[in-house]
């Protein structure tokens, strides 16, 4: 009965493969058993089928080839479909081994930040360089003369009374001392680039101040200083009214007042208003509506002189104010030593700032 | 300084002025600002902040004026106040003498005596008036000479006449160590550089600052001699501060002093004393002139009135107005006024000062306001400036915050810690010292920004933080300056300290959430990116006190300028500076950072494949990666792209002083695709030189 063991042969492989499959197959290393049982291309179940092709009679081999043909296709069908099944098995278990708590923290970037006194002065820094002014720098080591003498501070005069100098012990032919303003940077640009000048000088000064909420024996200034033809207090003003717009916001008043710096005649005291109470008064201005915010005057012609610069053909004026003053007023804390304590707690607070 | 808004009416009337609210809106104006305002009894007392260019102001009068300028009230008659008191016997002149022995330094010295006085107390006025302003209640004499500094701003002086030995009053130096009690009770050894006024025989006073204890007025005086005079404020100033004295008399004498106020001072010091204690004042006043002194004369210009306002509406009539209202007085010449200025205005020299005044009176509220047009290019910034900011950019993008610090330091503790590191970098071998330091244990300068810096770092820790990553940028101090060039002294820094937990994720085992030294590493490597490539920073071990050795590097250029310091503070520092963990730090100096940023051009890469392979082998821990990266480098493998030290392996499986380490090579062809054999012949040979050259054991 070569017809029907030939054609038992193929109804066997399929009843074989059919139960084999109903009895399911679950993982991928079953699958492919399987897979390679039926359609191996050596040993495989299929191809063996049609290896029997030769030893049929010539009759038959149409008919047998065309019944062995179906049940390939039809193997092949199911191993395609259980193919895709165990490959969506598989996207289903992975998917299931990404699972995570979405809500456990993330691995952030860590930020930084730059200190509130470098905010500021950058601000600053930005408001000026459009304004079309240069950035100068000096030494926070100075000597009496670009201190103070140059400045019209004579010796043993009592303006020097209010800025008390801590001294350094170097002989030198001017006495040595750390800076008490960044005006000496004044001196030193005259000296460098002659007139005219547009600058401004951020820096670190020092005073001999005791620690407290508003003092500090170190602290910040930013300078500036504009030396040209026909330089008025008219430019100082608008300048300095300017600045401040940019610095706090349209709609900040000024006021000027004389004072009495020696290295500038006129001497002016720049008040504006309140940024707390916007000039009706409050504890933080002692009611009067306005903050005292820099000092400022025309430079004083024996400054000029000084620096070889005909106060004649050339008139200028300088303006200096705190920046530690004003990242207090900006930033709203309390104390000025939270500046210098170096806390994270306190320096994250701006890191945001830009 | 406190003034009684009752005795300013003496001067100016003070209703007509605007009242206290009205006043206090004039002299804000005139560049006097009122602090405060408080009523006392039925007067009111402004505390008013006089700027020490203003003497003349440090008193009621002087105040008057300014009010009276700035609202265009006039001045009162005031003529009689300072006239001669009614006097009787025989005259000053006739009783007692004054010389003068240096002029320079005493230009006016003027005398009155009032004899005969009784044991009474000051007239109710004086006593009011200098009870509201704070002053001490003395005697009428002292009163009197009080009451007058207050009214005028001019010191007086009074002495017990009959404790003068020889009736008479010499003005000269002391002489090297001279000894006088003044008043205070204190026994103050004089130098020449000191005037006296002395009687026949010894100092009786410290001129301009502090009467003597000896010739002082008492209860039992009758007798008193009243002294003006005005005194070379330099001087006064020297000698003051050398003794530590600061009285209402040098304050004005340093200011300097008004000439003119001493006649005048003289006469209602008189009068008051003799109102108060009766007696009688001797007839004449006497004056004694050292170095001649005159009326200063100057002009002002029209047009540099408004070259320096920027203003044009002002004229030379209002100008004449505002300096004739502050008791100048000017005469038109054309475009400009001739001003003589009075002699209390001793502030006033040149034309720009009398700008001011008429400025003042103007009120600078009133100028107009602009924007100066440019003449010169602008932006442009010290490059050095840029450095700094560039990198305390990278730092904070690196997660770091900026602190300040303190530069304030001990010597000891400094070059204990980092003396090493002073030598290397050449500065502060022995650090600038303050003379005047507010904290002794801390006057040195810095020559690092790493001990302010580690302190920080320690509060942070002290107040719970389980991890910190702080920067500074700054300048150290050291003693290689030359010191006629202030600027020689200072080296530019930047300073960073990584501490506990950088990366505190539940997701990391707690050690690799620690800082260690290849983030310190890593960290410097990017911020000196922009300027020094990575591949030109040669690392060498470093040997400095405060870091721990064999985990610590100096850091410097393949041509050999020290760049910076990077590593692991030892336990000794942290147990000093109260740093539990560990903490790892370094500092550049900025100053040897090219100033331009290295050159980034384009380079051309392949588009083809590449092959890695990957190389283990057990090497001697004495071969550093340095090494063994430029071993295989200067193999010079025929298209080899890149060499990466792919694991580290140090297990107990390891023989000891050895490490296991695996690189992996990467080789590409711009030209074709290479071949794996080609790739695995060449590192066969690779691997075979290794072993033979560097004696590492391959697999």
Redesign the interface.
Do not use: C
């Given at each position: 009965m070569p017809d029907n063991s030939a054609d038992d042969s193929i109804a066997r492989v399929l009843a074989q493969f059919r139960e084999e499959i109903d009895r399911g197959v679950s993982s991928r290393s079953e699958f492919e058993r399987v897979k390679g049982r039926y359609l191996g291309r050596e040993k495989g179940l299929v191809p063996r089928l049609f290896a029997q092709l030769k030893s049929l009679p010539a009759g038959e081999r149409a008919a047998f080839g065309a019944r062995a043909n179906e049940a390939k296709t039809a193997i092949e069908e199911t191993i395609g479909r259980l193919a895709n099944d165990i490959e969506y098995r598989e996207e289903e278990s992975r998917d299931r081994a990404a699972a995570v708590d979405v809500t456990?923290?993330g691995?952030r970037?860590?930020?930084?930040?730059?200190?509130p006194?470098?905010i500021v002065r950058?601000r600053i820094e930005d408001i000026f360089?459009r304004?079309?002014?240069?950035?100068?720098?000096?030494?926070?080591?100075?000597?009496d003369f670009?201190n103070f003498e140059a400045l019209n501070f004579p010796?043993?005069h009592?303006?020097r009374?209010?800025q008390d100098t801590?001294?350094?012990?170097?002989?030198?032919?001017?006495p040595?001392l750390?800076r008490t303003h960044t005006s000496p940077v004044q001196i030193r640009e005259m000296r460098r680039h002659g007139a005219?000048?547009?600058i401004i000088v951020p820096g670190?000064v020092y005073r001999?101040?005791?620690?407290d909420a508003t003092h500090s024996?170190?602290f910040h200034q930013v300078e500036g200083f504009?030396v040209?033809?026909?330089?008025?207090?008219?430019?100082l003003?608008?300048?300095v009214?300017?600045f401040l717009e940019e610095l706090f916001g349209a709609g900040t008043k000024t006021?000027?007042?004389?004072?009495?710096f020696p290295f500038v005649?006129?001497?002016?005291?720049v008040a504006m208003s309140c940024i707390f109470c916007k000039g009706s008064g409050c504890p933080k201005c002692k009611g009067s509506g306005w903050i005292e915010i820099m000092g400022a005057g025309?430079v004083?012609?024996k400054v000029l002189q000084g620096m070889a610069i005909d106060?004649e053909e050339y008139?200028g004026f300088a303006f200096g104010l705190g920046i530690d003053r004003v990242a207090l007023l900006r930033f709203g804390f309390p104390d000025l030593r939270l500046?210098?304590?170096?806390?994270?707690?306190f320096?994250?607070q701006f890191?945001g700032e830009p | 300084m406190r003034f009684s808004l009752d005795w300013l009416g003496d001067f100016v009337d003070v209703a007509a002025a605007g009242g206290v609210a009205g006043i206090r809106k004039r002299l804000?104006?005139?560049?006097i600002?009122v602090e405060s305002t408080e009523a006392s009894g039925s007067d009111t007392i402004l505390e008013a902040e006089i700027?020490?260019?203003?003497p003349d102001a440090m008193g009621h009068r002087g105040l008057a004026r300014e009010i009276a300028a700035m609202s265009g009230v006039p001045m009162k008659d005031f003529a009689g106040r300072y006239a001669e008191p009614p006097s009787d016997g025989d005259s000053t002149e006739h009783l007692t003498s004054i010389v003068i022995q240096v002029p320079k330094l005493c230009r006016r010295f003027g005398a009155r005596l009032v004899r005969g006085i009784e044991d009474r107390s000051s007239t109710d006025l004086v006593r009011r008036r200098l009870g509201s302003i704070g002053a001490k209640l003395i005697s009428p004499a002292v009163d009197a000479t009080n009451y007058v500094l207050w009214d005028t701003s001019q010191p007086l002086h009074a002495f017990d006449f009959d404790k003068l030995a020889g009736g008479l009053l010499i003005v000269r130096k002391a002489r090297k160590g001279e000894r006088l009690v003044t008043l205070d009770e204190i026994e103050r050894v004089l130098e020449p550089s000191d005037i006296v006024v002395a009687d026949a025989e010894r100092a009786v006073s410290l001129a301009g600052i502090m009467g003597g204890f000896d010739t002082a007025v008492t209860a039992k005086t009758r007798n008193v001699l009243l002294e003006a005079a005005w005194w070379d404020?330099?001087t006064i100033?020297?000698t003051a501060r050398r003794l530590s004295m600061h009285t209402d008399a040098s304050h004005r004498f340093?200011?300097s002093a008004d000439l003119d106020a001493i006649p005048g001072a003289l006469n209602l010091a008189a009068r008051l004393l003799l109102e108060a204690a009766g007696g009688m004042v001797a007839p004449g006043l006497l004056d004694a002139h050292g170095s001649p002194f005159r009326v200063r004369r100057t002009a002002i210009r029209l047009s540099r009135l408004r070259?320096?306002?920027?203003?044009n509406r002002l004229d030379l009539d209002f100008a004449g107005e505002a300096l004739q209202r502050l008791g100048f007085t000017a005469e038109r010449k054309g475009k400009r006024l001739s001003v003589s200025i009075p002699l209390f205005r001793t502030?006033v020299r040149?034309e720009?000062?009398l700008?001011?005044e008429v400025?003042?009176v103007y009120g600078?509220?009133r100028?107009?306001?602009?924007?100066?047009a440019?003449?010169?290019?602008?932006?442009?910034?010290?490059p050095?400036?840029r450095v700094e900011?560039r990198l305390?950019?990278l730092?904070?993008?690196?997660?770091?915050?900026?602190?300040?610090?303190?530069?304030?330091v001990d010597r000891d503790t400094q070059e204990a810690a980092f003396g090493d590191w002073l030598r290397l970098t050449e500065t502060a071998f022995e650090p600038?010292?303050?003379?005047?330091?507010?904290d002794a244990s801390r006057r040195h300068?810095r020559a690092t920004l790493l001990p302010g810096?580690l302190?920080?770092?320690s509060?942070?820790l002290r107040?719970g933080?389980a991890g910190?990553?702080?920067?500074e940028v700054?300048?150290a101090?050291g003693e290689r300056?030359e010191?006629?060039k202030?600027?020689s002294?200072?080296s530019r820094r930047f300073a960073f300290a990584l501490a506990g937990e950088?990366?505190p994720?539940?997701?990391l085992p707690e050690k690799l959430r620690e800082a260690d030294f290849f983030d310190a590493k890593g960290f410097l490597e990017r911020l000196l990116e922009p300027w020094v490539a990575s591949e030109e920073m040669v690392w060498k071990p470093a040997l400095i006190q405060a870091f721990t050795p064999g985990a610590s590097a100096i850091v410097e250029t393949r041509s050999g300028r020290l760049l910076s310091v990077v590593g692991l503070v030892g336990g000794t520092e942290r147990q000093k500076r109260g740093l539990p963990g560990n903490v790892f730090a370094g500092e550049i100096v900025v100053g040897a950072i090219p100033i331009e940023t290295r050159p980034f051009h384009f380079r051309e890469y392949s588009s083809l494949p590449a092959i890695t392979a990957d190389l283990s082998f057990a090497q001697s821990k004495e071969i550093s990666w340095e090494k063994l990266e430029e071993f295989v480098r200067s193999r010079r493998m025929p298209n080899l792209e890149s060499l990466r030290c792919l694991d580290r392996y140090e297990g107990a499986e390891m023989p000891p002083g050895e490490v296991k380490t695996t690189i992996r090579l990467t080789f590409r062809s711009s030209e074709r695709t290479l071949e794996q054999e080609e790739v695995n012949r060449e590192v066969e040979r690779l691997a075979e030189e290794l072993r033979t050259r560097l004696g590492v054991t391959i697999g």
């Open positions: 456990l923290p691995r970037v860590r930020s930084g930040g730059l200190h006194i470098t950058r360089l304004m079309g002014y240069s950035i100068a720098d000096g030494p926070e080591v100075e000597n670009h010796p043993d009592p303006a009374d209010t801590l001294l350094l012990d170097r002989k030198a032919r001017s040595l750390l005219p000048l547009r670190r001999k101040d005791e620690v024996p170190v504009v040209d033809h026909g330089i008025s207090m008219a430019d003003k608008g300048t009214t300017a006021r000027f007042i004389p004072t009495f005649e006129p001497g002016v005291d025309m004083h012609p106060p008139t500046l210098f304590e170096g806390d994270e707690r320096l994250r890191a | 804000d104006q005139g560049g600002p700027t020490p260019n203003r404020p330099v100033r020297r340093e200011r070259v320096l306002s920027g203003d502030d040149r720009d000062d700008v001011e400025l003042r600078y509220d100028l107009p306001s602009r924007l100066p440019a003449s010169s290019a602008g932006n442009f910034r010290e050095l400036h900011d305390s950019d730092a904070a993008a690196a997660g770091l915050f900026e602190t300040v610090n303190y530069p304030f600038l010292a303050i003379l005047n330091p507010l300068l810096l302190d920080a770092v509060r942070n107040h933080a910190v990553a702080l920067f700054g300048r101090f300056g010191p006629d202030p600027e002294y200072e950088q990366r994720h539940w997701s």
